[in-house]
Nanobody
Framework: QVQLIESGGGLVQAGGSLRLPCGTS????????RAWFRQAPGKEREFVAA????????YYARSITGRFAITRDATEKTVYLQMNSPKAEDTAVYYC????????????????WGQGTQVTVST
C-alpha cells in the first residue's frame, strides 16, 4: 500500500518553531515532487510550500515566505516543513502531497496525499 505519512504536529507557541516530517511507505516516491498544503477550519485547502525532488528548487506561498522552509532528505525519502515564528493564523491541518510540479502539484493536483497532522499555534 502506498502511503505518505505526516507527523510532528501539535501545539506550538506563537514565535516558536515546529518541524513536520513527511515520510513514505509502500513504494519509492523518488520520481515525485512534494508539497505541503493546509486547511484551517471553515476554509479551503491552500498551498504552503513545494520542493522539486530532482533539483531541490523550492516554492512558497506568500503568507509563509521567510518563516517556513521545505527541505528533503533523499536518503530517508522524507520531506520536512520547518515552521519558524508561527502565527495564530497558521493553525490548520497540514497535509503532505506527492506528484509533479509541472503537472500542477502546487495547485493541488496530486495523486498522493497523507492523512494530515494538526498544528495549533497558541498566543
Amino acid at each position: 500500500q502506498v502511503q505518505l505519512i505526516e507527523s510532528g504536529g501539535g501545539l506550538v507557541q506563537a514565535g516558536g518553531s515546529l518541524r513536520l516530517p513527511c515520510g513514505t511507505s509502500g513504494r519509492t516516491f523518488s520520481r515525485y515532487d512534494r508539497a505541503w498544503f493546509r486547511q484551517a477550519p471553515g476554509k479551503e485547502r491552500e498551498f504552503v510550500a513545494a520542493i522539486s525532488w530532482s533539483t531541490s528548487n523550492t516554492y512558497y506561498a506568500r503568507s509563509i515566505t521567510g518563516r517556513f522552509a521545505i527541505t528533503r532528505d533523499a536518503t530517508e525519502k522524507t520531506v520536512y516543513l520547518q515552521m519558524n515564528s508561527p502565527k495564530a493564523e497558521d493553525t490548520a491541518v497540514y497535509y503532505c502531497a506527492a506528484d509533479r510540479i509541472d503537472l500542477g502539484l502546487t495547485k493541488g493536483n496530486a495523486r498522493y496525499w497523507g492523512q494530515g497532522t494538526q498544528v495549533t499555534v497558541s498566543t
